[in-house]
Structures are given as C-alpha cells and as structure tokens.
C-alpha cells in the first residue's frame, strides 16, 4: 500500500503536476493522521473496555466480601446481646432486685469474654495497591474508602485499646475472684453467695461491662449498616 501510494506521487512529479502532488501529499498526512487518530480511539475503547471489566472484578469481590462481613458482624451483634443480658441479670441480684435462683447459675457463666471485628479486606488491599481510582464513581469509592480506612479502623482500635484490655486486664480477674464458671457460657455460681452481694469491686465491674457491651453494640450495629450501604451501592454500580 505505502509503495502505491509513493508510485503516484512520483507519476505526478514527473508528469510536472505540482499542484496534485502537493494536494495529493496533504490528503495522504491528513489519511494517515485520521489513520492515528481511530487506532488511538480502538486502543482507548479496548483499554476502558478492559479496565471496566477489572471495576466489576474488583466491585463483586469486595461485595463477597462484605456478605461474609455481615455473618461475622450479627454474630458479634449476638453475642454482645446475650453478654449484656446476663450482666444485667446479675447486677439486678447483686442489687438485691431479684433473689437467687438456678436460673442465674446460666448468666453467672455468660458473663465474660468479648469479640473482635475480622474484616475480610484483602481484596480492597489489593485494589488499593493498584490505585483507587479503578472505581470510576466517586460517590461509591468514597464510600467503600470510608468503610474499610475509618469505620473499621476505629471499632478494631475500640476493641483491642479500651474493651478488651477492660476484659482481660480487669473484668475477668474481677469474675474469676467471686464467681466459679464451671462451663462458660452454660453455668456458673457465686463462690460465697453471701459476701458476693456486697462485693463493690465486681459490681464496678460489671457496670463497667455494661456499659462497654452497650457501646459494642451501638458499634457493630453502626458497621452493620455502613456495610449494607455499601453492598446496595455496588449491587447499584454493577447493574449499569
């Protein structure tokens, strides 16, 4: 084609039809240049093409993961539940609200331990390794930035800084002291159900828990519907 082309541009030149040649070269760089011009457009189709197929890869990873989050999340919103439930329970008798019974020897053995967030974040690592900006919605990537950089960032610190130093370092010591927990979580009773009553270093204790339980709660609670936000907007996303 290239010898084609120069074989006529030569005719004309020795034909002495300057005037063509000269129209003739202009249409040639003008053909080429358009020539330029669609196989940059084909390569930036194929290239939009192939980087909104990696955005739908990434997007139904992060929504999988998410789905298993929320498993993770309504247990730890279970568990926290039945934890403060029997905290309640017993602060009530240690208050002398209610009497004994066989009933609290459960909740006597439901009183301690706590959870942890594990999120399943590997694949927006990865994404974030190569660049956030694959997310071509501003609106959803901030959404999902805000998700993994701060909401789970700070419930995990809340964990590991304030409720599970309270936990280990002094509500279960406190327990340990005055109650006997034979099967944890099924049952447990008072060392000395007399002086248990009047014990003010494990009531502090146990309001204290309280109090942690609640805010544990109103945590997971909060993630839960964050992630549920963010699984509607990719279920959104990917339906464009």
Partial sequence: MIKFFRRIRQNLLLEGKTGKYLKYAIGEIILVV????????????????????????????????????????????????????????????????????????FHFGNLIFTTRTLPNNSTYETLKSRGLEIISNDSLRQQITKLYSYVYHNIIDFEKQDDNSFQYGIFMPE??????????????????????????????????????????????????????????????????
Wanted: aromatic share 8%.
């Fill in 34 to 105: 358009i020539g330029i011009l669609i196989a940059l457009q084909i390569n930036n189709w194929n290239n939009n093409i192939q980087q909104s197929k990696l955005e739908r890869k990434y997007l139904s990873e992060i929504k999988n993961n998410l789905a298993f989050d929320l498993i993770d999340i309504q247990f730890n919103i279970n568990f926290n539940e039945s934890r403060l439930k029997s905290n309640k329970i017993i602060l009530r008798y240690l208050d002398k609200e209610i009497s004994y019974s066989d009933s609290l020897q």
């Fill in 175 to 240: 327990v340990s002291k005055a109650i006997e927990i034979t099967e944890v979580w099924e049952n447990g009773y008072a060392i000395n159900e007399q002086n248990i009553v009047n014990n003010i270093q494990l009531k502090n204790a146990i309001v204290t828990n309280i109090k942690l339980r609640e805010t544990m709660l109103s945590w997971y609670k909060g993630l839960r519907r964050e992630v549920e936000k963010s699984i509607n907007a990719i279920e959104i996303e990917l339906k464009k």
